[in-house]
């Protein structure tokens, strides 16, 4: 269970993370990343933010590279926006939630018609 303290920085840190890659880093490996949560230990210390990279595997793997070479300015940027005591080490992680969910996505189209020609079958059926 998070401290509202934790909720308020790890929001702080998806927000100006977000906003750091969006403006200023121009790193040419860094692809179509989407930041999607952050989770932050109870002293402050440390913290995991969550990105979605769009493309295939080279594309996921350039923009984490480029992430993990950018953490000391991100976080160094971040540490003045937020104002702590201690900056959190921040570790960037994948976020595979949403390629998952297109995926499944994607599956439940391939077997949408075999379902509407089950129910037609069924209706006929009864």
Known sequence: ??????????????????NLLLREL????????????????RDLRHAKVFVSVMGDET???QSLEALASATGLIRSRFGRV???RVTPEIEFREDTGISRGARVFELLHEV??????????AATDA
């Open 26 to 41: 121009k790193d040419p490996r860094l692809g179509f990343v989407t930041v999607t949560g952050a989770e932050i230990s």
């Open 59 to 61: 594309a996921r793997r």
């Open 1 to 18: 269970m998070s401290t509202i303290r934790q909720e308020q920085v790890q929001q702080m840190l998806v927000r100006e993370v977000g």
């Open 82 to 84: 937020a104002r702590l």
């Open 112 to 121: 949408e018609p075999d379902l509407k020609a089950n129910e037609g079958s």
